[in-house]
């Protein structure tokens, strides 16, 4: 049972700290994820700690472009796993896109870990965890190179949540279209990205949600027209004058 207060200020962050401990506790989540935090939450404050606009706006266009999909996966970590479970798995039945578990401190005691919280949020396949269907990434070096070929290797778009910018680079060259959430926009993540949205996923990915749901009443056409008027360089931008007004208007307080 939770200690903290509902009516504490940072009541919903120190909730998420909360959920990253016990997924840390029950194995999900490495040490540096708990550091990954901590980074991530200094920019939900500058962002103002909502999901402004912009972000609206490319979670409507992960939305459009996860729905024109032919083979959409999202990759989950540790971080993930201990954030949104039920979220993800919702997401993942919405837009027929497959699962995948993908590690940069891997080992098969987490992965086994991250598939069981998974399964119990309503999962039934999830991909990664076979070695016999692994395939590589070419230009990454580390343990994320190695993918499932049934799932990231193959796939035309890739959601990957809290995610490192060389993998992302990895798979942008392998001519995939990643989404990410990124709470940074100047991060190589953000810059390297699709479409990223510059949000909390815990806030984000219920919006995502909603979006796909709503969206998918609508024709290719109509989607298609969403994707293609969204250029993730301005979409940054703005997300960097978000900050700056932000900031601007602290120290006009101050």
Known sequence: MSLIPKSHPRAKSLFIREKL???????????????????????????????????????????????????????????????????????????????????????????????????????SEILGINPRDSAKLSGIDSARRIVDKNGIFSADVVVVPLEDGDRTMALRNAGKLVITFDLNPLSRTSQTASITIVDNVTRAIHVLIDETKKLSRKNKKELKNIVKNFDNKKNLSENIIQIKDNLTRRAKIA
């Open 21 to 123: 401990v016990h997924g840390f506790d029950k194995g999900l989540v490495a040490k540096e994820g708990l550091l990954a935090q901590g980074r991530g939450e200094a920019f939900d404050y500058l962002l103002g700690e909502k999901t402004g606009k912009n972000a609206k706006n490319a979670i409507k266009v992960a939305a459009a472009q996860l729905l024109l999909a032919k083979m959409p996966v999202i990759s989950v970590n540790g971080n993930v796993a201990a954030l949104c479970p039920k979220e993800i798995v919702k997401l993942s039945k919405q837009t027929k896109a497959k699962l995948e578990v993908n590690l940069f401190y891997t080992n098969e005691k987490r992965k086994k870990a991250i598939v069981s919280t998974l399964k119990k949020n309503g999962a």
